[in-house]
């Protein structure tokens, strides 16, 4: 009996090893182990790849979805566009070949604006998520665009200066204003767009109207320009609580004859002298700015500033009590009452369009000796500076008669303090270079709003850059 209990006992502790000995050897057999995992991890990528193929497509494909509509709202809402704008919208689509992707086309429009909202929506079949159950994949596109003029206050300040006489350069100025002028005063934008006219030379011609609502220390009746302290180059604002110094009346410039002869030539003056030279204020009488505008002929020396700083003033809330006379006289349109309207107001764009062919030039004035007395001005007003001097007075006096009131750094300094207050106040400011020097497109650069806002141009390519300025005015653009 003893004996079969060991029997049992030694049969059981050698079945006990042998198990212990097989688990322990199971244990360390991983042969096939890391090639199970190796095939796991490649399904694993051919799946997550294959949902980014599916995705990638998906993506390219709203892409072009999304361009399409984007083009054809656009194209829509120009209210320049004569056709139905839905119309518009579903033949970009069929053009494109995705005619049948349009769900919805909605167009509200009114008088001075246009919106216009596309919805699509186009279905993709996948080609690995449909082993997951994913057939297919909705693309959707949305797209609205606006073309809305509000209101908008336009200064035009256009260089009338004597090197715009050389080859077509004012023919040319002239043709490109005119364009200008058309694009933005159309009969639909009546009573939103408002046009200011400052033509420079030497000086700025305010004109009577204009110079009767100031406070002005007259001295003559012979033109009408206001000497500006140079501080106020600082503020776009016109500060009616001071009283302006009236410009001298002078020419500097003289003149030969064929025979060389000096002549004494007047009608060149410092200060612009004849009608068609004043400023036109808040106008939207597109003949009347033209008509003025074809007029222009070129004079004297180039002070961009000047032009720069009535342009900015007549933007400025400060010049309202201005224009609400000038509509009392009847000389600007009621409705235009209220302008310049606040820097604030969110309705109105105000934009300034600065054209030269030049830079800002050194000037002088008579010293005030010679200036002071009604004979003296009647006396400038009967003979040219240069001319008087020259037959009149011994070399060594000459100098004594005059003084340099600005030079051309000066120019460049003030015209900067002007251009960057304007922009201060939210102005829009274009700047157009017709066939500049690189210093004065330089200068030109630096007043507009951005570098896209300026033009450097030659010859007839002056009227595309006003055209386009006058486009951009118009706002097309998407907003969604």
Not at 32 to 45: K, L, N, S
Not at 242 to 259: A, G, I, V
Not at 360 to 377: F, H, V
Not at 456 to 470: T, Y
Request: aromatic share 10%.
């Amino acid at each position: 009996m003893k004996h079969n209990v060991c029997e049992t006992r030694i049969v059981a502790a050698l079945k006990s090893s042998t198990a212990t000995l097989t688990y322990r050897r199971f244990v360390k057999n991983d042969d096939g182990v890391m090639t199970i995992f190796a095939c796991f991890m490649i399904v694993i990528m051919i799946m997550v790849g294959g949902i980014g193929v599916d995705l990638m497509r998906h993506e390219m494909e709203r892409t072009r979805l999304q361009a399409v509509a984007d083009r054809a709202v656009l194209a829509a809402a120009d209210l320049d566009q004569p056709l139905d704008p839905e119309a518009v919208v579903r033949d970009y689509f069929v053009k494109s070949g995705m005619g049948e992707y349009v769900s919805n086309v909605h167009v509200d429009e009114g008088l001075n604006y246009r919106t216009v909202t596309v919805d699509a929506t186009a279905t993709m079949n996948t080609q690995f998520m449909s082993s997951m159950g994913v057939e297919t994949l909705t693309i959707p596109a949305t797209s609205k665009a606006e073309e809305k003029v509000n209101k908008v206050e336009i200064s035009m300040v256009l260089d009338i200066s004597g090197s715009m006489k050389y080859g077509d350069k004012m023919k040319n100025l002239r043709d490109a204003a005119g364009v200008f002028i058309d694009t933005v005063l159309k009969p639909e934008n009546a009573d939103l767009i408002s046009v200011s006219l400052v033509p420079y030379s030497q000086h700025v011609n305010v004109g009577p109207m204009i110079m009767d609502e100031l406070n002005v220390y007259k001295t003559h009746n012979y033109s009408h320009c206001l000497e500006i302290p140079d501080s106020e180059y600082d503020s776009v604002a016109l500060d009616t609580s001071r009283t302006y110094d009236q410009m001298q009346h002078f020419q500097w410039n003289t003149y030969s004859n064929q025979s060389g002869t000096q002549r004494n030539t007047r009608y060149d003056t410092v200060c612009p002298r004849y009608s068609y030279e004043r400023i036109v204020p808040i106008s939207q009488n597109a003949a009347y700015l033209k008509g003025q505008i074809n007029q222009y002929k070129p004079r004297a020396g180039t002070q961009i500033f000047l032009g720069m700083k009535w342009a900015a003033a007549m933007l400025d809330p400060s010049f309202r009590p201005l224009t609400t006379s000038f509509v009392a006289n009847n000389n600007v349109d009621a409705v235009f009452a209220n302008r310049p309207a606040s820097h604030s107001d969110a309705e109105t764009l105000k934009t300034i369009v600065l054209m030269t062919d030049g830079q800002n030039s050194s000037s002088n004035r008579i010293a005030s000796y010679y200036y002071d007395s009604d004979s003296e001005r009647v006396h400038w007003n009967n003979y040219n500076l240069n001319y008087y001097l020259s037959n009149y007075v011994n070399y060594y006096y000459r100098s004594g008669f005059y003084w340099q009131k600005y030079t051309a750094s000066q120019g460049d300094t003030l015209l900067k303090s002007i251009c960057d207050a304007a922009k201060d106040a939210k102005i829009v400011i274009w700047s157009i270079g017709f066939e500049v020097t690189d210093h004065g497109a330089d200068v030109m650069n630096d007043c507009a709003s951005s570098p896209s806002h300026f033009f450097r141009v030659e010859g007839v390519e002056i009227s595309e850059a006003f055209e386009a300025v006058a486009r951009q005015i118009n706002q097309l653009r998407l907003i969604q």
